[in-house]
């Protein structure tokens, strides 16, 4: 690299705009945080590599917000908040555009979601980035994935399948294939793909009213089913409840958009007698929606609206599978 590795950490990455609870930041050999009194610290790591997690094509932009994001999303599982990061990065070459163009992206996410960058590793190799994130929640009040109880009704915070369309949209682009999307769509979910927006906010909120919750990251029907498993119950849903992207419009589309993953949206569970107070808190701020119930009898079954069980594909991502 013509750079040093800490002409790199300065020029991109260090800060001394830190919050309160941020003591020690970039610059020593280790970060110092305060945890405010009477919280919890929870904690998470991803890492996305070149050709596995994104086509060498993304824009590094979006590259660095979309590796923040996804970080976030999981304190958003937790009803966490966001309190700080590190980043250990693997670089092939220096490229000084290249990494004002990441480290704006990632800026840009950090500064929306107030996570600082506290500290990280730089290291040349293919291209990896990996995120270590940690968040605050008070003192039990962390979303597990093991709460949900029968009766207990399922929702999900957010449209399902426009990430997916992008995700198909790139893959035509890059086979010159012709694509039948409209040109505004497929900017939309392109857009949806490089942009996931973590719902923080809702996580905070649904401390006080869910029992259980999840982020869609490897599709809906994966996703609810490892809550399910945790959690010893099984579910009912009603397929024409699920909120899909308005582009898919048949069945199958609408099947590929609740398997495809990478919404980052949350999929959590409300007990009934919490319900009317859950909804009046919400409104006006999240548009979540209600998609079955938790049932006693293991499994997940998927109605359509004859009242008659899908067959779905069960399978989300996985890398070993
Ligand atoms: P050491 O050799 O003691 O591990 P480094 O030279 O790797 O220290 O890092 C110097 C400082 O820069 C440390 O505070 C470290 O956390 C920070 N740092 C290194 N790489 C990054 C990065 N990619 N992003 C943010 N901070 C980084
Ligand atoms: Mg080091």
Redesign the pocket.
């Known amino acids: 690299m013509s750079a040093s ?2 002409d ?2 300065q020029r ?3 800060s001394d705009d830190n919050p309160e609870h941020i003591r020690v ?7 110092v945080i305060s945890i405010p009194a009477g919280s919890e610290v929870v904690s998470s790591v991803d890492t996305l590599n070149q050709g596995v997690h994104f086509l060498a094509s993304i824009p590094p932009a979006a590259l660095g917000y979309k590796a923040l994001a996804i970080n976030l999303s999981d304190l958003a599982a937790m009803a966490a908040t966001p309190a700080w990061f ?4 693997s670089l092939p070459e220096y490229d000084e555009d290249w990494l004002n163009a990441f480290s704006a992206g990632l800026k840009k996410a950090a500064t929306q979601f107030l996570c600082p ?6 290291t040349r190799g293919p291209l990896s980035i990996s995120i270590a994130i940690h968040g605050f929640v008070p003192q039990g009040q962390a979303l597990l994935r093991s709460g949900a109880k029968c009766g207990d009704s399922i929702y999900v915070g957010g449209t399902l399948g426009e990430s997916g369309l992008g995700l198909q949209a790139l893959f035509n682009q890059q086979n010159n294939e012709t694509d039948n999307q409209s040109a505004a769509a497929l900017k939309k979910h392109i857009h949806a793909h490089y942009y996931p927006q973590p719902q923080i906010a809702l996580g905070e909120m649904l401390r006080h009213f869910a029992s259980a919750c999840v982020d869609v990251s490897d599709g809906f029907i994966a996703d609810l089913t490892h809550l399910l498993e945790a959690s010893h119950v099984g579910a009912e849903i009603q397929f024409d409840a699920i909120p899909c992207s308005l582009a898919c419009t048949t069945e199958q589309e609408k099947i590929t958009a609740i398997t495809a993953g990478e919404d980052y949206v949350l999929c959590f569970c409300v007990a009934k007698d919490k319900e009317a107070a859950f909804l009046s808190a919400i409104a006006g701020q999240h548009t979540v929606k209600k998609v079955g119930e938790i049932v006693h009898e293991r499994g997940m079954k998927v109605i359509n609206n004859q009242g008659r069980a899908m067959t779905m594909p069960h399978k989300g991502w996985d890398h070993f599978g």
Do not use: H, M, N, R
């Open positions: 590795e800490f790199i950490i991109f990455f260090y930041g970039i610059g020593d050999d280790a970060a590190t980043l250990s990065l960058l506290v500290g990280g590793d730089t």
